[in-house]
């Protein structure tokens, strides 16, 4: 079984930031990890991804302005989100391809999700 947590979420200003979190648990191996986000009426989209070793891709509408990480120790991968737009409010999806023991194919697990609204 494998659970995704996220946390971190909530209502902030335009210029304003936003750390998110997403623990992961289940036993087996975490390949990538990643933040995809869904605004209202528009296809869930990547945000950032970042691989086992740490290699790191972003979408464009975020370069510059938001940091993806991963703590390989604790499971974990955070977003770092700086100089938020309106245009960021999104419910913000947690995701990990992820083996799970005794399976040899890996498969994309999801979090629950964590509203972000960036307003004033």
């Known amino acids: 079984q494998v659970q995704l947590v996220e946390s971190g979420g909530g209502l902030v200003q335009p210029g304003g930031s936003l750390r998110l979190s997403c623990a992961a648990s289940?036993?087996?191996?975490?390949?990538?990890m990643g933040w995809y986000r869904q605004a209202p009426g528009k296809q869930r989209e990547l945000v950032a991804s970042i691989s086992g070793v740490g290699s790191t891709n972003y979408a464009d509408s975020v370069k510059g302005r938001f940091t993806i990480s991963r703590d390989n120790a604790k499971n974990t991968v955070y977003l770092q989100m700086n100089s938020l737009k309106p245009e960021d409010t999104a419910v913000y999806y947690c995701?990990?391809?992820?083996?799970?023991?005794?399976?040899?194919?890996?498969?994309?697990?999801w979090g629950q999700g964590t509203q972000v609204t960036v307003s004033s």
């Open positions: 995701n990990a391809y992820f083996r799970v023991i005794p399976s040899s194919t890996p498969a994309d697990y």
């Open positions: 289940g036993n087996g191996f975490i390949y990538t």
